[in-house]
């Protein structure tokens, strides 16, 4: 997904001022998930990626729709995708705290397997510190 377009970049500085954990994005028919991310940087947490993340976590999650002629990755994957796949599917997901919050992608095309997880912990809810 081309995320850094100008409806995006019009909205990071509110996602870093607002301390926002996670951005769920549509419209494109697939799946990604990125590292954390501000301005085309990566700001992984010290404990792991997705420990005390230093910029929000982008999930674009748009691949229970139609299959339209732009959905495949005909481009390499950015520096900051972490996973992304164009199985038909959906996202699934849990708060289960104030800190802890699981992400599940289902593919449809593999009969229910779950391609990717991740759990993003956040003890802090505050302005990004960038
Ligand atoms: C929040 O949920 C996670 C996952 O179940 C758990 O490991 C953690 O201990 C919980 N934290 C609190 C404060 O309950």
Redesign the pocket.
Same mark, same amino acid.
């Given at each position: 997904i081309i995320i850094i377009n100008n409806v995006f970049s019009g909205l990071e500085p509110l996602l870093i001022e607002f301390g926002v954990d996670v951005v769920i994005w549509a419209h494109e028919h697939s799946y990604e998930r990125s590292w954390p991310l501000y301005d085309n940087v990566v700001y992984n947490g010290t404990e792991g990626p997705y420990i005390n993340p230093g910029a929000p976590v982008h999930i674009v999650t748009g691949s229970a729709g139609c299959q339209e002629s732009t959905d495949p990755f005909n481009y390499p994957a950015a520096a900051w995708s972490a996973f992304r796949s164009t199985d038909y599917g959906y996202t699934r997901f849990k708060a %289960?705290?104030?800190?802890?919050i %699981?992400f599940e992608q289902v593919s449809v095309d593999r009969k229910g397997k779950v391609i990717d997880s991740l759990w993003i912990e956040k003890h802090k809810h505050e302005a990004y510190n960038l």
């Open positions: %289960y705290n104030q800190t802890h %699981y």
